[in-house]
C-alpha cells in the first residue's frame, strides 16, 4: 500500500540546546491550496500544515521560543520628555517632587507679598515697615519702583504667580498634561533665573543709590528669588544645566539690557536726602565775577549752552561760585528741584528729558557733559579759545 505523503512537519532545532517548549502553541493552520480542478479532483484536496518543535530533556522548562511567523513588538520609544527628564535625573522621583513643592511654597509666599505691594502702588497707600520704616517708603515710591512706567511689584505678582502654578503641576504625583511636562520645566527654569538676575540688579541699585537705607520688602523678595533659582538649578542637576547654559546667559543679559533701559532716565538720588523732606532754598552766589568768566557766560547763553543743576547740590554751587555773582546769573540755569525733595516729588519737567547721570550736567552743541568744568574745557567745548575771550573783554 502506498503511504500518502505526510501533511504533518515536524522540525526541530538546528542546535542541541534550543530555549523552545516541548509544544509550542501552533500558529494558525495554514492551508496550502494547488490548482483548484474541482471539488473532488486530486488537485483539489486543502492541505493543513502544523508545526511542531521537538526538544531534547534539557531544554524542558524553559522559556518559550519566538515562532518564525510570530513578531515580537519593539519596546516603545521613551518619550522626549521621559529620555531628557529621567527620574535619576530631577524631576520624577520623591526628592524632584520635594523640590517642587518648595519652590510652590516660595512662590506662593512671594505671591502675596508683591500682591500686597501692588495694592499700595494702585491705592498711593504707605507700606506697613517694622524696620527702616522711612527708608522703606522712600525706596517703595522712588522712580526705581516702576519698570518702563509700570509698577514693579506687578511684574513681581506675575512672576511668582507663574512659578507657583507651574511648581504644583510638576510636583503632582498625577499630571494632568505629562507631556507638556519638559516645557513647563523649561520655563520655570527661565522665570527662576530672569527673577535672580533682576534681584541682584535691584540690591545694586539699593546699594549705590539707597547707600545705607533699608527696605524690608526688596530684601524679602530678594531672598525669595535666590532661593528659588538655586532650589530650581539643583533639581534640573549639572548635566541638564550645561546643555541650557547659552540659554540661561542670554536670559541674564535681556533682563539687565532691559532694566537699564528704563532706569536710564530716572534722575539721580542724593543719599544725603533720601527719605528726608527738604524744602526749596534759593543758593546765593558770593563771589565777584572775572571780565573772562562774564564773557564766557554771555558767549555760552548765545549759542544755547544750560547747565542743569539741583539746590541741594555742592557741586552745582561750586560751579557758580566760580562764575561769580554776575556771571552765574548770565548762565541758562536749570533747576532741576523747583519744589523742594519731598516724597512721591520727581525731577523737573525740564530735566526729565536730559540724560543726567550727576549734577551739574552741562549741554553745549548737543553734547551731554556731567560734572563741574573749568573755564578752558568750556570754552573749547563751545567752539572759542579761552584766549580770545580773555582779549576781547
Not at 513647563?184 to 527661565?190: S, T, V
Not at 527738604?278 to 573772562?292: D, I, N, R
Not at 516724597?343 to 550736567?361: R, S
Request: charged share 20%; glycine share 8%; proline share 6%.
Amino acid at each position: 500500500m502506498r503511504t500518502s505523503p505526510a501533511f504533518f512537519s515536524i522540525s526541530s532545532p538546528s542546535l542541541p540546546f534550543n530555549r523552545s517548549p516541548s509544544l509550542s502553541h501552533p500558529s494558525p493552520p495554514l492551508y496550502a491550496h494547488s490548482n483548484p480542478r474541482g471539488k473532488n479532483g486530486a488537485w483539489g484536496r486543502k492541505v493543513l500544515l502544523l508545526r511542531v518543535n521537538c526538544v531534547s530533556e534539557r531544554n524542558k522548562g524553559a522559556e518559550p521560543a519566538q515562532s518564525e511567523f510570530e513578531t515580537s513588538a519593539p519596546d516603545p520609544a521613551p518619550s522626549e520628555s521621559s529620555s531628557s527628564y529621567s527620574s535619576g535625573d530631577h524631576g520624577d522621583d520623591d526628592a524632584g517632587i520635594s523640590a517642587y513643592k518648595w519652590c510652590a511654597a516660595l512662590g506662593g509666599v512671594g505671591f502675596l507679598e508683591t500682591a500686597y505691594l501692588t495694592y499700595l502702588k494702585f491705592t498711593d497707600s504707605d507700606a506697613f515697615c517694622p524696620v527702616g520704616e522711612g527708608s522703606c517708603t522712600t525706596i517703595l515710591t522712588s522712580d526705581y519702583s516702576y519698570v518702563f512706567g509700570v509698577p514693579l511689584p506687578l511684574f513681581g505678582l506675575l512672576a511668582y504667580g507663574l512659578v507657583a502654578s507651574l511648581s504644583l503641576q510638576l510636583g503632582a504625583k498625577k499630571r494632568v498634561f505629562d507631556s507638556g511636562k519638559s516645557d513647563n520645566e523649561l520655563i520655570l527654569l527661565g522665570t527662576s533665573t530672569s527673577m535672580a538676575v533682576a534681584s541682584a540688579y535691584f540690591l545694586y541699585i539699593l546699594s549705590t543709590e539707597f547707600s545705607g537705607e533699608l527696605c524690608l520688602y526688596c530684601l524679602t523678595s530678594a531672598t525669595l528669588s535666590f532661593s528659588l533659582f538655586f532650589i530650581t538649578l539643583k533639581s534640573f542637576g549639572t548635566q541638564h544645566i550645561q546643555k541650557r547654559l547659552g540659554s540661561l546667559v542670554s536670559v541674564s543679559v535681556l533682563v539687565v539690557l532691559a532694566l537699564t533701559a528704563s532706569y536710564n532716565s530716572v534722575p539721580p538720588v542724593s543719599p544725603s536726602l533720601t527719605g528726608m523732606e527738604v524744602p526749596y532754598v534759593e543758593t546765593k552766589v558770593t563771589k565777584k565775577s572775572s571780565p573772562v568768566a562774564l564773557s564766557l557766560a554771555r558767549h555760552l547763553r548765545s549759542i544755547g549752552a544750560k547747565v542743569y543743576g539741583a539746590f541741594w547740590c555742592s557741586h552745582c554751587q561750586d560751579q557758580k561760585e566760580m562764575f561769580g555773582r554776575e556771571a552765574a546769573k548770565l548762565l541758562d540755569y536749570v533747576e532741576c528741584f523747583p519744589n523742594g525733595v519731598k516724597k512721591g516729588n520727581k525731577m523737573d519737567e525740564a530735566c526729565l528729558g536730559v540724560k543726567i547721570e550727576g549734577f551739574p550736567t552741562w549741554v553745549i552743541n548737543g553734547q551731554v557733559l556731567s560734572g563741574e568744568k573749568e573755564f578752558a574745557e568750556l570754552a573749547e567745548l563751545s567752539g572759542i579759545k579761552l584766549e580770545d575771550l580773555s582779549q576781547s573783554k
